[in-house]
């Protein structure tokens, strides 16, 4: 909570994000890989600290991300539109040491997809998807990332929702057994009820169930019976589909 709130605070200046810090100052234009990487890193961080304002933030960057690094052709520019001239905008598509900026942001925008606010951003991330197959068929070692996206696109991605007082046990205790479980292929909004406009869709116009804590599973936003038991809602977490 710290680290993102010195990022927003104090790397984030004049509507836009900025890459490095020294001697109390900001400065130089963050590339895509900044952008896709803190998008992530507020998505991991909401789905374990649900304040909305957390999953607000990561919308507001990769708006901006859509807005001002997207190639016409597919895919993202590694700078900005209004980023200082270059000779060439550069594109890098391949891993390196560090994932590169296009597959952290199509990882980005199918997690984001699927918390229901951006369906359209899918459509993004699976052309690009599309466009780098070939590639990372051939050479996977060197889109290892990629290969990272394509699995959670593929995969029986499942959208949990949580609505409750967050402040009573049962709601922890429910919280508690959604992550007792390592399950790459789900995203987790957890809300108070009534839910913050700003909350994901995924757990807007939930309701609760006898006043109770209640959870509801879904895959392609088709949910199935909302539960409220704590044993049955890890029974059905458990569950291979």
């Known amino acids: 909570r710290k680290n993102a709130e010195f990022l927003l605070k104090s790397m984030y200046q004049d509507g836009r994000l900025l890459r490095s810090w020294r001697a109390g100052v900001a400065r130089h234009?963050?590339?895509?890989?900044?952008?896709a990487g803190m998008i992530l890193g507020l998505l991991?961080?909401?789905?374990?600290?649900?304040?909305?304002?957390?999953?607000?933030?990561?919308?507001?960057?990769?708006?901006?991300?859509?807005?001002?690094?997207?190639?016409?052709?597919?895919?993202?520019?590694?700078?900005?539109?209004?980023?200082?001239?270059?000779?060439?905008?550069?594109k890098d598509t391949q891993d390196n040491a560090t994932p590169s900026g296009n597959a952290l942001a199509a990882n980005a925008l199918l997690q984001l997809?699927?918390?229901?606010?951006?369906?359209?951003?899918?459509?993004?991330?699976?052309?690009?998807?599309?466009?780098?197959?070939?590639?990372?068929l051939q050479y996977p070692t060197a889109f290892g990332k990629w290969l990272q996206a394509i699995d959670f696109a593929i995969g029986s991605v499942r959208e949990i929702a949580i609505i409750g007082d967050l402040d009573d046990q049962a709601t922890q205790a429910m919280v508690?057994?959604?992550?007792?479980?390592?399950?790459?292929?789900?995203v987790v909004a957890i809300s108070n009820y009534p839910p913050n406009p700003e909350s994901p869709m995924l757990v807007k116009e939930r309701k609760l169930i006898d006043e109770d804590p209640t959870a509801y599973i879904c895959?392609?936003?088709?949910?199935?019976?909302?539960?409220?038991?704590?044993?049955?809602?890890?029974k059905q977490l458990t569950r291979k589909e």
């Open 176 to 186: 508690a057994v959604t992550w007792k479980l390592y399950d790459p292929y789900r």
């Open 219 to 234: 895959q392609n936003f088709v949910c199935k019976t909302p539960i409220n038991n704590l044993q049955a809602y890890e």
């Open 29 to 35: 234009n963050a590339y895509l890989e900044d952008y």
């Open 44 to 90: 991991a961080l909401y789905q374990s600290d649900p304040d909305p304002k957390w999953y607000k933030w990561a919308i507001k960057l990769a708006e901006e991300m859509v807005s001002h690094f997207r190639d016409p052709a597919g895919g993202f520019f590694d700078t900005r539109d209004d980023h200082e001239q270059l000779v060439v905008r550069p």
């Open 113 to 136: 997809a699927a918390f229901g606010d951006h369906p359209e951003w899918r459509t993004i991330a699976e052309e690009m998807l599309a466009q780098i197959k070939t590639n990372a």
